[in-house]
């Protein structure tokens, strides 16, 4: 089945950046320090979030040009230049805006020693670079996307993460560990990576037409990505705000101890988000309400059978893999924030499936309404939380936003019912692990059969629903063959 290859290309081109973080974040720590490792993750939120100048036209060029099956080339053609050149003028908007808005962000918002300070302020000018180069790769991606082009995709797409993985690591081992360089390092590399995309895209799409940019495309790229602005707005500050909070309230350090268990746990949503890449096209092409539903069930019941026991192992094994990653001491700051973050994650994977749906049914209102209400609550109740509990607080925010949103979705994916059934069972056994971790930290070996009687049951839904899914599949074939 090409959903299954495509989802498994993505998976792998994801999974292979996860592995050299594994293997990078212990050396980095090492060399450059976790205040000076906080910083860096700091410029790595604010410039990612300064992606939302792409107006969300990645998405819309996928989606545009998936519904574009039997169209005449050059029809394609002029999508793809029209997004470009929109792409770059709102980047180089961006890259513009970007240098003044981090220097007054990162002077008067962010508790970072002086030293350091300085460091930030002259890699700067080198980070401004990562506008236009993500409002660019995101349009080259979806017309990879549109096409099912998941090998090369994510063939140059891992690439490019091993290399912004490793690239600063060189120039800290040989130059030095000042922040320019990193950072510096880091742009070269996401510049690079454009000239690949390009030459392929030009390949599927361009050659033998000449650059036209087209008024009427222009605008229906724009105003289904207005929407998906406001949804870009509002939903990456919710997931960035706890970060920035942190950083304000309590310093870089305490970042560290915070960003990296969020790093960790936030890789689990790599089969989700491989997933519905290769659904989104699927939903844009669909013209029945029941076939997108069909798709919605098949994506959670994926996600529900393969994540709920990876995620609950995570929840029991959170202490003693930081301890043996890192250290004991970051164990001791970080085990519990973990365990949260885990179980947040795993609802966060699952509400991809919706949120998917809606934007490609050309829905993204919808998405973008939903998180405007959140905004103000999440942003209360996180500054509250830091206050009373510190970084459990915020993950423990965290983690009700991500519920909220993913039961809000749901409903108006007019999924929330079926959802409902299919993940109750596993959603319960989830709940009982994460009390059972915050509540003895495992510290003593008689809890351990209770965890491991929880995991088992969760391990029992998803061989029964594997079964029951595969005689769905066969008695359909069975009935097609008659």
Request: hydrophobic share 55%; glycine share 8%; charged share 10%.
């Amino acid at each position: 089945m090409s959903l299954q290859r495509h989802t498994a290309y993505n998976l792998i081109g994801q999974a292979l950046p996860l592995v050299v973080s594994l293997l990078t974040i212990p050396v980095y720590l090492r060399l450059i320090g976790e205040t000076r490792f906080g910083v860096l993750a700091l410029i790595w939120l604010f410039f990612g979030y300064l992606g939302l100048f792409d107006l969300g036209i990645g998405q819309a060029t996928a989606r545009q040009l998936a519904q574009m099956t039997g169209k005449p080339k050059s029809e394609h053609a002029k999508v793809l230049w029209t997004a470009l050149s929109l792409s770059l003028g709102l980047g180089l908007a961006g890259a513009l805006a970007a240098q003044p808005l981090g220097a007054w962000f990162f002077t008067q918002h962010s508790s970072i020693e002086v030293g350091l300070r300085v460091e930030l302020l002259a890699a700067l000018p080198w980070a401004t670079a990562l506008v236009p180069a993500t409002t660019l790769a995101g349009v080259l991606s979806g017309s990879f996307q549109a096409r099912n082009a998941f090998g090369e995709l994510n063939l140059i797409g891992a690439s490019v993460s091993v290399l912004a993985l490793l690239a600063p690591l060189a120039v800290a081992m040989t130059i030095g560990i000042q922040l320019p360089g990193l950072v510096a390092a880091v742009v070269a590399v996401r510049l690079l990576v454009l000239v690949p995309m390009l030459l392929r895209c030009g390949t599927h799409y361009l050659a033998g037409s000449s650059v036209s940019v087209d008024g009427q495309y222009a605008w229906q790229l724009l105003r289904f990505g207005g929407w998906t602005t406001v949804s870009g707005i509002v939903g990456p500050l919710m997931t960035v705000a706890d970060r920035f909070a942190i950083g304000a309230q309590l310093g870089a350090k305490s970042i560290s101890y915070y960003v990296i268990p969020f790093q960790m746990t936030e890789r689990t949503t790599l089969l989700s988000s491989a997933l519905n890449q290769a659904l989104f096209p699927r939903f844009a092409r669909s013209t029945s309400d029941a076939e997108r539903h069909q798709l919605a069930m098949f994506g959670l019941r994926t996600l529900g059978v393969w994540l709920s026991p990876l995620m609950a192992a995570g929840l029991l094994l959170s202490a003693p893999f930081l301890a043996w990653w890192i250290s004991p001491e970051l164990a001791v700051q970080s085990a519990d924030v973990m365990q949260v973050l885990c179980f947040a994650f795993w609802l966060n994977s699952l509400a991809i499936v919706p949120f998917t749906k809606l934007i490609a049914s050309g829905r993204p209102d919808l998405v973008a309404k939903s998180h405007m209400v959140e905004l103000l609550p999440y942003l209360a109740a996180l500054y509250i939380a830091l206050q009373a509990w510190g970084l459990v607080g915020a993950a423990a925010v965290f983690t009700a936003r991500v519920a909220i949103d993913f039961l809000l979705l749901s409903y108006l994916a007019g999924t929330l019912l079926s959802t409902l059934r299919l993940l109750a069972i596993p959603a319960v056994l989830m709940a009982a692990i994460l009390a059972l971790v915050m509540r003895t930290k495992l510290s003593s070996t008689s809890q351990w059969p209770f965890g491991l009687v929880l995991l088992l049951a969760l391990l029992a839904w998803s061989l029964i629903q594997r079964i029951t899914a595969n005689r769905g599949v066969n008695h359909d074939a069975h009935a097609r063959s008659n």
